[in-house]
């Protein structure tokens, strides 16, 4: 089974700071890349799919990057509401593997 | 609204057996593949299960194979999963989430219910 890897586990930075998140696969998965934002308490939202597609009502500060084995989430400018414990999943075929996560804090 | 809502969860005893089910609003039911998605406490999302649109394809992660049962009512806008044999470490919050497509072709998961809380303890 392919395994989704995903750093740092853990991140802290101030608001406005420019936030990136790796996810690697272990097999190439093409584009079949999303990512989630989990705030704490609160259930997972989408906010990208097919890597870099962003969801619809999701604001335009994140983004996704990536292709085959080696993808990015980005938030250009923190702000205290992203707050979360973000994944990303493959979902090319099954099992359709979530990443550990990664828990995104504010200095 | 488009909506998903849980049930069933509970406190059962190693052994014993529980079924989870998801009731879907707001959407048309039976043109979506469905998902079961657990989160033990503290810990990370894992996926469970899918099932197509039409109940004909399902597939299982490796950790509940042989021992979960996902199925479909579409007749009733419903999910559900059958879990047998349960174990300390299916002690979980049991989400249901909607594919964005029919679940043939796998895709992201763009709508998730609240989640029903599964403990497995004697």
């Known amino acids: 089974d392919i395994q989704m890897t995903q750093s740092p586990s853990s991140l802290s930075a101030s608001v406005g700071d420019r936030v990136t998140i790796t996810c690697r696969a272990s097999?190439?998965?093409?584009?079949?890349l999303a990512w989630y934002q989990q705030k704490p308490g609160k259930v997972p939202k989408l906010l990208i799919y097919?890597?870099?597609t962003l969801q619809s009502g999701v604001p335009s500060r994140f983004s996704g990057s990536g292709s085959g084995t080696d993808f990015t989430l980005t938030i250009s400018s923190l702000q205290p509401e992203d707050v979360a414990t973000y994944y990303c999943?493959?979902?090319?075929?099954?099992?359709?593997?979530f990443g550990q996560g990664t828990r995104l804090e504010i200095k | 609204q488009v909506q998903l809502v849980e049930s069933g969860g509970g406190v059962v005893q190693p052994g014993r057996s529980l079924r989870l089910s998801c009731a879907a609003s707001?959407?048309?039911?039976?043109?979506?593949?469905m998902h079961w998605v657990r989160q033990a406490p503290g810990k990370g999302l894992e996926w469970v299960a899918i099932?197509?649109?039409?109940?004909?394809?399902?597939y299982y992660a490796d950790s509940v194979k042989g021992r979960f049962t996902i199925s479909r009512d579409n007749s009733k806008n419903s999910l559900y999963v059958q879990m047998n044999s349960l174990r300390p470490e299916d002690t979980a919050v049991y989400y249901c989430?909607?594919?964005?497509?029919?679940?043939?072709?796998?895709?992201?998961?763009?709508?998730w219910g609240q989640g029903t809380m599964v403990t497995v303890s004697s």
């Open positions: 989430a909607r594919d964005r497509g029919n679940g043939w072709d796998h895709d992201a998961f763009d709508i």
């Open positions: 707001g959407f048309t039911f039976s043109r979506y593949g």
């Open positions: 099932i197509s649109y039409d109940g004909s394809n399902k």
């Open positions: 097999q190439g998965i093409s584009n079949y």
């Open positions: 097919a890597a870099s």
């Open positions: 999943q493959k979902y090319n075929s099954a099992p359709l593997t």
